[in-house]
């Protein structure tokens, strides 16, 4: 045992130090989204131009439809009654035109503009509803609460009062101004023409139902609510009251109307329903059409306008009334 030397076993070879597993891949960054508007608006781009235009333009083109569809059929009828039938040369064609068929046509105005009205309210209602199901800042048609529809029937009252003066302001200055005074006169030729026959009843029918119906769908149902889109509501107030008054196409009309215009947008913003600038359209346009030529020149017509010159206040008054409920709303 003494001899015996010891040797341990040889130590075991060196082991690499422990190595950490290999990186990922480095990816490449996410791209970074494009900035939206303020207040989540959409961008500026051809849809804006196309849409209001385009609604427009259906309403030009429905309009001559209807009217030269209606002038084909009297002067188709003219011409039966002198027993012409399809013998007429192109001259006595344009005779009748100039002479009864032009009588009995502009008798017929308000009905004509009934009938391509309800052709345009289909329309529009179509496409305002296809466009408020998918975008956000269509307002909807809607309800009107009580009080909301007594502070219209005020803003209808006073707006039709300061309108009315505004054209008394008009003839007052054309005196001096022949360039004004013509455009005036034209403008009482072309109102006496949508007068139709005098007929009380097309008159509230077209021109004081369906008319508004129509032109509210068209301009805030669909101008004002397409701008909204991409710009800030007070802009694309003003630009749709712009486009409302040069769509009427006479001069005196584009002066008075820009007004209007103004304020059935904000009421439309205001309270969010396209019922109310449509209530006061109807207001407006049987103020304006339905209770002159029912009442004229006569003492009650002047009291008329009396009262409506003294709601001009009353408007304002019910106009921040209706802000004040907007605030509210939006705070709650």
Sequence with gaps: MDGYVYRSDPPPPPQPPPTSP????????????APTPAGGRKRFGARTVFVPLGMMALHTVTSTVVAVAFLFVLTLSAAMEQGAGSGLTLQQILALM????NERFLALTTRISLVYSVVQLVAFGLFFRHFARRERPFYPVGRLR???????VAVGIG???????FV????ALANAVPFLRRQLDAYGELAQAFTGDGSLFWTLVSTCLAVPVAEELLFRGLVL???RRVMPAWLAVVLQAALFALFHGNFVQSLYVFIPGLVLGLVYVLTRSLAAPIALHIVFNVLGAAV???????????FVLAAEGAFILVAVLALVWLAGGRKKAAAA
């Design 22 to 33: 290999p990186a990922p891949p480095a990816r490449a960054p996410a791209p970074v989204p």
């Design 98 to 101: 100039q002479g009864p068929v």
């Design 146 to 152: 009580g009080p909301d529809l007594a502070a219209i």
């Design 159 to 165: 707006l039709a009062g300061l309108t009315a003066f």
């Design 168 to 171: 008394m302001g008009l003839d």
């Design 225 to 227: 609510n397409e701008f």
């Design 292 to 302: 002159p030529e029912a009442l004229g020149d006569s003492p009650a017509g002047t």
